[in-house]
Antibody, heavy 121, light 107 residues
Framework: QVQLVQSGAEVKKPGASVKLSCKAS????????MHWVRQAPGQGLEWMGI????????NYAQKFQGRLTMTRDTSTSTVYVELSSLRSEDTAIYYC??????????????WGQGTLVTVSS | DIQMTQSPSPLSASVGDRVTITCQAS??????LNWYQHKPGKAPKLLIY???NLETGVPSRFSGSGSGTDFSLTISGLQPEDIATYYC?????????FGPGTKVDIK
């Protein structure tokens, strides 16, 4: 069965960087794009970006351009997201989500369990 | 950029009520619209894709409709386990946008 297992909670100071992982299993890793989505306390879901595991191509939300990097390791079926220059507003739960692309349509069909990132001095 | 709005928020209803959440896009998005349910402490869950298609395993009391700029998600007979926040989501090429969410609770 499809599983996305994310790394554990992180506590970071303002200005630092954080790198989270999402390990996929139960399907062919390179056949599906992967997204990162976050939810800050009391806020809604926010799409951050997408990565194509087969070639590493990425597309980031405009808001995160310049401080967001998504990478992947096909040997371990893992995608990573790194966010730099952290500020308190980056405190959130971060989710990876698999992209299902069928007949020109896309949706997020499987999600990781979420990783809490706390940014605090 | 296409903006998504949702109403109402929050929404309070009784068990068994028919509940409708609306989602409006700032321009025509055809049927490129999905709906997700998000419960506290859990990962979001896909309910409806392409505006009106029920995801496998989702109870039939959930339904979606609409195209162009106006969409709706209906719960026909609200159940206690439906307490959650519901998000519409649009995508264009490889840019994705969530609506602000509608929090549903029991009166």
């Amino acid at each position: 069965q499809v599983q996305l297992v994310q790394s554990g909670a992180e506590v970071k100071k303002p200005g630092a960087s954080v790198k989270l992982s999402c390990k996929a299993s139960g399907y062919t890793f390179t056949n599906y794009y992967m997204h990162w989505v976050r939810q800050a306390p009391g806020q809604g879901l926010e799409w951050m970006g997408i990565i194509k595991p087969s070639g590493g191509t990425t597309n980031y939300a405009q808001k995160f351009q310049g401080r967001l990097t998504m990478t992947r390791d096909t040997s371990t079926s893992t995608v990573y997201v790194e966010l730099s220059s952290l500020r308190s507003e980056d405190t959130a739960i971060y989710y990876c989500a698999r992209d299902l692309f069928v007949e020109g349509r896309r949706y997020f069909d499987y999600w990781g369990q979420g990783t809490l990132v706390t940014v605090s001095s | 950029d296409i903006q998504m709005t949702q109403s109402p928020s929050p929404l309070s209803a009784s068990v068994g009520d028919r509940v409708t959440i609306t989602c409006q896009a700032s321009q025509d998005i055809s049927s490129y619209l999905n709906w997700y349910q998000h419960k506290p402490g859990k990962a979001p869950k896909l309910l409806i894709y392409d505006a009106s298609n029920l995801e496998t395993g989702v109870p039939s009391r959930f339904s979606g409709s609409g195209s162009g700029t106006d969409f709706s998600l209906t719960i026909s007979g609200l159940q206690p386990e439906d307490i959650a926040t519901y998000y519409c989501q649009h995508y264009n090429d490889l840019v994705f946008t969530f609506g602000p969410g509608t929090k549903v609770d029991i009166k």
